[in-house]
């Protein structure tokens, strides 16, 4: 059994192979593609793959991005698996969805959900959680101990909030510069105002979740741009590369685990 997980962003396509559809499966290839560049998956990486039995993505880049990934999957000769995409639900993987309009969520952001809660869970207790994913846009998700979805925030990535400020202005078009607490020139003051508006939006939604659940909260970030951040934030975070890939391997457990040892056969010696 092999799995393909796909993430389709606003700005990259993120893929993953493993040989099997469970967590701690075996990572047998990975890759990304900027959108424009979706047709060459299957010339391209693809074409060395095995075929994946099953294959399970998320995607919030709208639906001509998922039928041009569709029509990839279809170049590929003995890829025969029904492609799936995650729905966000009201309940899924011990994750409850607190959105007014739980299928307005964003797929990505439910899946990371479930990916940190697996993989808090897996390192010890439960506690209340703080999701932040750093990508074309930028989302701070807060669970509570019990996995429930409280509520989230969105807010423009650095390139969005950057190229806002260069289409608003006359006189902001200057190179990228670094961060740094006092920034002496616009390059700096640019970068850092971008940084530091992502780091004390995290801070905020920390201190919600702290005051509503009075316990400290984990903090689990992701996203293209993750490591740029991890200089600047205020509290430690954990920094989980691959966090959408181990939410679509629970899900995907949940769906196709048929690995599983059958009932009254545990502890049978
Ligand atoms: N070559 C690159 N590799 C990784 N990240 C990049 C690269 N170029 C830009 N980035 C940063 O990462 C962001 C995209 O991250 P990603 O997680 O792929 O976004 P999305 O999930 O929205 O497609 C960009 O907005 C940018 O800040
Ligand atoms: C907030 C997002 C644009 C983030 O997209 P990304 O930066 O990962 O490309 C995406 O999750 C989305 O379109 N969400 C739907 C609206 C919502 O979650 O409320
Ligand atoms: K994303």
Aim: glycine share 12%; with cysteine.
């Amino acid at each position: 059994m092999t799995f393909l997980a796909i993430d389709i962003g606003n700005t990259r396509l993120k893929w993953a192979m493993y040989d099997a559809p469970r967590p701690g499966a075996a990572l047998l290839a990975h890759g990304a593609e900027f959108l424009e560049h979706i047709e060459r998956l299957a010339e391209g990486p693809w074409s060395k793959l095995p075929a994946p039995t099953h294959m399970l993505g998320c995607v919030v880049a709208g639906e001509t991005a998922r039928r041009r990934v569709h029509d990839q999957m279809e170049l590929m000769l003995g890829w025969n698996f029904e492609p799936q995409w995650v729905v966000p639900s009201v309940h899924e993987a011990g994750v409850s969805n607190g959105y007014e309009h739980p299928l307005r969520l964003g797929a990505d952001r439910w899946v990371a959900m479930i990916g940190a809660r697996h993989h808090i869970l897996q390192r010890g207790n439960e506690r209340p959680l703080i999701v932040v994913m750093v990508g074309t846009a930028v989302t701070v998700d807060a669970l509570d101990a019990q996995g429930n979805f409280l509520g989230g925030l969105i807010l423009p990535g650095h390139g969005i909030m950057l190229r806002a400020l260069e289409s608003g202005t006359a006189g902001l078009h200057v190179p990228t510069g670094s961060v740094t607490p006092f920034p002496k020139n616009t390059s700096d003051a640019l970068t850092s105002g971008g940084t530091y508006a992502i780091a004390g939006a995290v801070e905020r939604m920390y201190q919600h979740l702290y005051l509503h659940c009075s316990m400290e909260p984990a903090c689990v970030m992701a996203g293209g741009a993750g490591w740029k951040m991890v200089p600047s934030m205020t509290r430690p975070f954990e920094l989980v590369d691959n966090l959408i890939f181990e939410g679509l391997l629970v899900m995907a457990q949940q769906r196709w685990g048929q690995d599983r040892v059958p009932q009254g056969v545990v502890g049978v010696r």
